[in-house]
């Protein structure tokens, strides 16, 4: 858990340019028709996600886990045109039931049945948190598992949330813009263009910046050491400065390190909700434990003011 200052974002007139600029210069896909889950994952329920503030609503899906649950997950997709149904295969939503976790899928803007972006992404994310929250219930704690650019947004508004226990990212690059400097040189001028025009928005998306600021109990980050566009250094320095740890799958390229070495990936993000919960709990203890011996305390000074008089 760290404790540098939040980033300032950019003001509303910056975010909504250089958001059309973002998008623009984003590898576009093809809508997909939201899905249902496959019989597998029932019991299940789509739902639909307010936009606090904004226009539209976003899809999900709710994987409700056997009573009692110890914990709830917002599931956030990579850039990719499936959206939540890429949480359907691969078996991290049966790891987190099995787990005890609820798990909310959620569409990002423009994917499966979601309204159209409005503003950066992790207005989507704070969104579906605050979606969570109210599902979950007030007294359980709440995780985030992001997927490439689903763990890039949610550093954006995991940096603004104090509800939020634990996070596991997969892939995610300390920058979209220097990832597609990366992996699509032919827009390189639109890129610079971004960073010269819009340079708050620039050093906002920067999410080395909010991993620094993330007050989290417990994280993690994974990424393979064949990916191109987020380089093993990266992840250790994202590890480094939200205070977690890493793992490089050795030979992964992006999007391949679940598949690649999924029973070690699964026990890293439950173990890392785990950890979360019980450093949380130990804080809250330490808490209760200081504010009974400030009671205490105070008391005394009581009862040998009145003895006195």
Known sequence: MTTSA??????????????????????????TAPADPPPRLAPWQNLLVPRPGADGVLTATWFAAPAPARGAVLLLHPWVKWGKTYFHRLGRIEALRA???????????????????????????????????????????????????????????????????????????PHLLEWSWRMVPSRRAGYSFFRRAFLRAYGFLDIRRHAAALRLAAVAYVSGSADRGVLPAETRELARLAGGRHLVVEGAGHLRCFGEARAELLAMALGTFRRAEEAAQSFRASLAGAAAAASTVSSEDLLGSSLKT
């Open 6 to 31: 939040v980033p300032g974002r950019p003001p509303a007139w910056e975010e909504r340019c250089a958001n059309r600029l973002f998008l623009f210069l984003s590898p576009h896909l093809p809508r």
């Open 99 to 173: 787990a005890g976790y609820h798990a909310l899928a959620l569409d990002l803007g423009g994917f499966g049945g979601s309204s159209p972006p409005a503003g950066f992404f992790d207005r989507d994310v704070a969104a579906g948190l605050a979606f969570l929250r109210r599902q979950a219930g007030p007294s359980l704690p709440l995780h985030v598992w992001g997927i490439s650019s689903g763990g890039y947004w949610a550093h954006l508004a995991l940096s603004r949330s104090c509800d939020v226990t634990g996070a596991f990212f997969e892939e995610t690059s």
